[in-house]
T-cell receptor, first 116, second 113 residues
Framework: DADVTQTPRNRITKTGKRIMLECSQT?????MYWYRQDPGLGLRLIYY???????NKGEISDGYSVSRQAQAKFSLSLESAIPNQTALYFC???????????????FGPGTRLTVL | GNSVTQMEGPVTLSEEAFLTINCTYT??????LFWYVQYPGEGLQLLLK?????DKGSNKGFEATYRKETTSFHLEKGSVQVSDSAVYFC????????????FGAGTRLFVKA
């Protein structure tokens, strides 16, 4: 079974609808992230969370909100979807590496969201 | 702020050709450097990493050396295969705990049989 799962894998919705993307992990990591991927722009950080009570905005948080329901679950919501939020969305996790550092991130398979 | 610049793609090579994908970075402190690979329809996965200057990361025939003097972390492979076709991302995490990772724009590689 995959360590980081995302649901749904694909979603088509209409402008103005509320959408929730869910992420679950079985790696026991404390840090979780949401990114969006657009062609030619790489990955851009939307929100990140160090633990259940610690949530932080990334570089492109406008129009998005998140909820860390448990250590293993981190959801991303689009309160009122708009077409320029059409993108591929990835959840990622990270645990503590050597010497207290956080290194490798583990990614889910992605959710392809289309807003019409 | 921290940033990563990598060569634009797509890069198209024939099987068994030599691969280089250039990556340079800007960072304060002593970041860790990474190459991630994204195969079609999948999420990113770590290919290799280096955590200090002059370290060489290697995996699956790929390698990259952390060059602090040139702020570079170029990805190389001596003989590519069709199965190496993917998008490659250079990335860094800052030295203060590495809680955020900065990604380059990605370079798409096509390998022809």
């Amino acid at each position: 079974d995959a360590d980081v799962t995302q649901t749904p894998r694909n979603r088509i919705t209409k402008t103005g609808k509320r959408i929730m993307l869910e992420c679950s992990q079985t790696k026991g990591h404390d840090r979780m992230y949401w990114y969006r991927q657009d062609p030619g722009l790489g990955l851009r950080l939307i929100y990140y969370s160090f633990d259940v009570k610690d949530i932080n905005k990334g570089e492109i948080s406008d129009g998005y909100s998140v909820s860390r329901q448990a250590q293993a679950k981190f959801s991303l919501s689009l309160e009122s979807a708009i077409p320029n939020q059409t993108a591929l969305y990835f959840c990622a996790t990270a645990g503590q590496g050597n010497l207290g550092s956080y290194n490798e991130q583990f990614f889910g398979p992605g959710t392809r969201l289309t807003v019409l | 702020g921290n940033s990563v610049t990598q060569m634009e793609g797509p890069v198209t090579l024939s099987e068994e050709a030599f691969l280089t994908i250039n990556c340079t970075y800007t960072a304060t402190g002593y970041p860790s450097l990474f190459w991630y690979v994204q195969y079609p329809g999948e999420g990113l996965q770590l290919l290799l990493k280096a955590t200090k200057a002059d370290d060489k990361g290697s995996n699956k025939g790929f390698e990259a050396t952390y060059r602090k003097e040139t702020t570079s972390f170029h990805l190389e492979k001596g003989s590519v295969q069709v199965s190496d076709s993917a998008v490659y991302f250079c990335a860094l995490s800052d030295g203060t705990g590495g809680f955020k990772t900065i990604f380059g724009a990605g370079t798409r590689l096509f390998v022809k049989a």
